[in-house]
């Protein structure tokens, strides 16, 4: 199997699909990977760290994605690429498959193989190719180191011969992947503190990580069969909205993690809520890119409101840490690799009865298989 890694489609992306590391460990497997010279630069791997891995570097990429038998990427290919890819091959990538008709349009007629990775189930069995969760964990993670630069006051208790200062308090809203990273973060620095999901069964996870869990009743919320929270009705967004306006107005920090997989994130920190809250106090916006969880953020950008906070939205926060972003999606890739690896014919074996695969697999064969996007 040909493998090849191109170059990725936006320049501001600074994560790479495949590290050298990963690059070995294929080329042990029986693979021949091919990398675009180049493509690693924005997150400092070389060609010639590459080329040590058991690489060949390519100039052609439009050669290249001929024939290459699966093209690994980070972010959805350009729309006009997908007609160059072999027929019969795979393309595994993050596709966003909820807003991306044209594209998925494009792979089923190019009879291109697609992989979701947002789409790989969230199972035990496949939570080593899970790419949400890997760069969800990172993005938890400088989330907390953001804010923590922004913020004009230290997050630790501090007792000193000129007195005593306070911790920072932290405010989570959302714990899944990120927010729980967020909480282990500002805990290891030191804040106070406090988190809320919708989901009752996180209570006991951000108890166990030192942090308290804000209770707030809003009659029956429940999680889907994925574990992904479902839509609150107008009432308990508003019940929610009231109880949590409170901790804002005393918190330092307030990191929302808040999203609806597939929709629009819900808003939960309303103009009100900003408001309230104290001056040079820093909000992060982690779920920007799919609408927002505040009233206020902007993409890639940090807004000042007058006396008041700093709400900072910028887009992939896992991109700022990028060797370890790569180093996890590599992996990713990788292990979705290595999962389906057929020895005798040194390709990626296709059964799409495969639990995983039923899950991730969007065209095949010329068509739209899976059933969320038929
Ligand atoms: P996500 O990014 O979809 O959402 C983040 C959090 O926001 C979730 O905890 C969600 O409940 C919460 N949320 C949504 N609406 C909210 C609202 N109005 N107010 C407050 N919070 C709100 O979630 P994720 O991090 O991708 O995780 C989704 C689920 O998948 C979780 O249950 C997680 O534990 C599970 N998971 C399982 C595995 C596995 O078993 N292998 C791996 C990863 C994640």
Redesign the pocket.
């Known amino acids: 199997m040909r493998v090849f890694v191109p170059f990725e489609s936006l320049n501001s992306e600074t994560r790479v699909a495949l590290i050298p590391e990963s690059v070995q460990k294929l080329t042990a497997l029986g693979a021949s990977v091919v990398v675009e010279s180049g493509a690693g630069a924005n997150s400092y791997f070389l060609d010639t760290d590459y080329e040590k891995a058991g690489a060949t570097i390519a100039t052609d990429r439009n050669a290249e994605l001929a024939q290459a038998d699966l093209v690994g990427r980070v972010l959805k290919p350009p729309l006009d690429e997908v007609a160059q890819l072999k027929p019969g091959s795979l393309h595994v990538s993050f596709l966003d498959p909820f807003n991306e008709g044209e594209l998925i349009e494009a792979f089923s007629k190019a009879n291109v193989t697609a992989v979701s990775m947002e789409m790989i189930p969230?199972?035990?069995l496949?939570?080593k190719m899970?790419a949400?969760?890997s760069q969800?964990n990172l993005a938890g993670y400088f989330a907390v180191i953001k804010a923590a630069e922004r913020l004009n006051r230290i997050l630790p208790m501090m007792m000193t011969p000129a007195g005593t200062i306070a911790p920072s308090r932290v405010f989570v809203?959302?714990?899944?992947?990120?927010?729980?990273q967020a909480i282990a973060t500002a805990k290891r620095l030191g804040a106070r503190v406090e988190a809320?999901?919708?989901?009752p069964?996180?209570e006991e996870q951000v108890k166990s990580l030192g942090a308290k869990f804000v209770k707030i009743d809003l009659g029956e919320t429940g999680?889907t069969e994925?574990?992904?929270?479902k839509?609150?009705t107008p009432e308990q967004?508003k019940m929610?909205q009231d109880g949590m306006a409170k901790i804002c107005a005393q918190s330092d920090i307030v990191i929302t993690?808040?999203?609806?997989?597939g929709r629009t994130?819900?808003k939960?920190v309303t103009e009100e809520m900003v408001n309230g809250m104290k001056k040079g106090a820093v909000i992060v916006d982690l779920?920007v890119e799919s609408g927002g969880?505040v009233v206020g953020s902007k993409l890639d950008e940090e807004v000042d409101i007058d006396n008041g906070p700093r709400i900072i939205g910028i887009g992939s926060l896992e991109g700022r840490v990028a060797v370890h972003a790569s180093q996890m999606y590599s992996a990713n890739i990788y292990n979705f690799i290595e999962h389906f690896w057929d020895d005798e014919s040194k390709q990626v074996g296709l059964n799409l009865e495969d639990e995983i695969l039923s899950g991730c697999v969007i065209t095949h064969g010329g068509a739209v298989v899976h059933e969320r996007f038929k």
Do not use: C
């Open positions: 969230r199972t035990t496949a939570q899970d949400l969760s969800a809203i959302g714990v899944g992947v990120a927010g729980l809320f999901d919708t989901r069964v996180v999680q994925q574990g992904y929270a839509e609150l967004i929610q993690t808040a999203k609806l997989f994130a819900p939960i779920a969880n």
